[in-house]
């Protein structure tokens, strides 16, 4: 199993500008979710997912959308890139039922200019 | 408000004496805990959790974590540290409640610097 990937592993976006960061699991696990890393504030809930279709927002999710049609993928969307949203990004997976501990990807570190 | 407090930013021990990074948290009943790892310019690895029954969680690496109730900690400690050790050390916990959302509640991180 690759576990969970993320893509790209660097982006520089400009002001206004939009992108998707992309968050995939081979593990076929119904819980998907993103959050941001900012130094000295741990981790912070941007948006999840309990399966697909589903969604709902986390303690941070101004500025971005998400979507989830397949159990695989859970794509991030920052709609109008702000020096706000300069972070690292990182997407995890867990089963609903089980182990309850997630599982994390690589990160995306994006740099708003 | 729900929340997790790690006091110390950052942790220094010499290598092989033991160490302790501390969490606090303050979640409604009886949360899960967890502690994750994070090695630079990497994602987080789960390091070990509490769920129920023994307070004395062993984990991966050598590492364990105390759960004391009445106290809502959960430190996390080593016997003996080793430099491939240092690392930054997060703290989470999930409300039972939260049922199949699973969301997880982060400490600020604890930055552990093991000096040989």
């Known amino acids: 199993n690759a576990g969970v990937t993320q893509t790209p592993k660097f982006q520089v976006l400009k002001t206004g500008q939009s992108m998707t960061l992309q968050c995939a699991q081979d593990m076929n696990h119904e819980y998907m979710s993103w959050y941001r890393q900012d130094p000295g504030m741990g981790l912070r809930l941007i948006h999840y997912s309990v399966g697909a279709g589903i969604t709902d927002q986390g303690e941070v999710p101004n500025g971005y959308n998400v979507s989830r049609s397949t159990t695989e993928d859970f794509p991030l969307r920052l709609l109008s890139a702000a020096p706000s949203q300069t972070s690292v990004y990182f997407c995890a997976s867990t089963p609903v039922t089980g182990g309850y501990e997630q599982y994390f990807g690589p990160g995306t570190r994006l740099t708003v200019t | 408000a729900q929340s997790v407090a790690q006091p110390e930013d950052q942790v220094n021990v010499a290598e092989g004496n033991p160490l302790t990074v501390k969490c606090t948290y303050s979640?409604?009943?009886?949360?899960?805990l967890f502690w994750y790892v994070q090695y630079p310019n990497r994602g987080l690895q789960f390091l070990l959790k509490y769920i129920t029954g023994d307070n004395l969680v062993k984990g991966s690496y050598g590492f364990e974590a105390e759960f004391n109730k009445s106290q809502t900690s959960f430190h996390l400690k080593k016997p003996s540290a080793l430099v491939s050790d240092s690392a930054l050390y997060f703290c989470?916990?999930?409300?039972?409640?939260?049922?199949?959302?699973?969301?997880?509640?982060f400490g600020q991180g604890t930055t552990l610097q093991v000096k040989p």
């Open positions: 989470a916990v999930r409300e039972r409640s939260s049922g199949n959302t699973g969301k997880l509640i």
């Open positions: 979640v409604s009943g009886n949360p899960y």
